[in-house]
T-cell receptor, first 112, second 116 residues
Framework: DGGITQSPKYLFRKEGQNVTLSCEQN?????MYWYRQDPGQGLRLIYY???????QKGDIAEGYSVSREKKESFPLTVTSAQKNPTAFYLC???????????FGPGTRLTVT | AQTVTQSQPEMSVQEAETVTLSCTYD???????LFWYKQPPSRQMILVIR??????QNATENRFSVNFQKAAKSFSLKISDSQLGDAAMYFC?????????????FGQGTRLTINP
């Protein structure tokens, strides 16, 4: 079955540490995205990539970094510069110009 | 920049009844797409229905239908014959038709409760 895998489901880190969230897809999609979800708010776009070795900032990129070395993978690093990193993070993928977007199951990050 | 507003933080409906969730959006573009996503307690985002702005006909998917009013910039979701499995957060989302990247702008969400 094709789909998107995000691991781990729950992640705990101490303040001041960088942490990397994994996102892998086997849908052969060119485009991948990272969204952040906070309580009472909708999803907000962090970064997106339409092709390998290229990515663009979304609406809330500060304190985050990404890489796209392989078509299937789009890891997100939450750096110590992110002031409020505790949130639910969703990865998604789609064909460029396509009509539908597939979402992964998400990672809940808690930083204390 | 485009914005999406869902003015109903919470809604509830009796099982088997019909409920309508509201969504308004702001854009200066004429060509775009609108979506309703469902997020059940598992937190997996599931596409419920999609509407192309250039189509006048309202989209329908089984028990789910939309009322798309382009001039009013309104995009409501009607759920008929509500079922317990429909309980979830529902998000309205906008996507520009310009550019290949599917950058979605989401509303704040409406939590739907189904009463048995």
């Amino acid at each position: 079955d094709g789909g998107i895998t995000q691991s781990p489901k729950y992640l705990f880190r101490k303040e001041g540490q960088n942490v990397t969230l994994s996102c892998e897809q086997n849908l052969n999609h060119d485009a991948m995205y990272w969204y952040r979800q906070d309580p009472g708010q909708g999803l907000r776009l962090i970064y997106y990539s339409q092709i390998v070795n290229d990515f663009q900032k979304g609406d809330i990129a500060e304190g985050y970094s990404v890489s796209r070395e392989k078509k299937e993978s789009f890891p997100l690093t939450v750096t110590s510069a992110q002031k409020n990193p505790t949130a639910f993070y969703l990865c998604a993928s789609s064909h460029v110009g396509g009509q539908g977007k597939h979402f992964g199951p998400g990672t809940r990050l808690t930083v204390t | 920049a485009q914005t999406v507003t869902q003015s109903q933080p919470e809604m509830s409906v009796q099982e088997a009844e019909t409920v309508t969730l509201s969504c308004t959006y702001d854009t200066s573009e004429s060509d775009y797409y609108l979506f309703w996503y469902k997020q059940p307690p598992s937190r997996q985002m599931i596409l419920v229905i999609r509407q192309e702005a250039y189509k006048q006909q309202n989209a329908t998917e089984n028990r789910f239908s939309v009322n798309f009013q382009k001039a009013a910039k309104s995009f409501s979701l009607k759920i008929s014959d509500s079922q317990l499995g429909d309980a979830a957060m529902y998000f309205c989302a906008y996507r520009s038709a310009v550019g290949g990247a599917q950058k979605l702008v989401f509303g704040q969400g409406t939590r739907l409760t189904i009463n048995p």
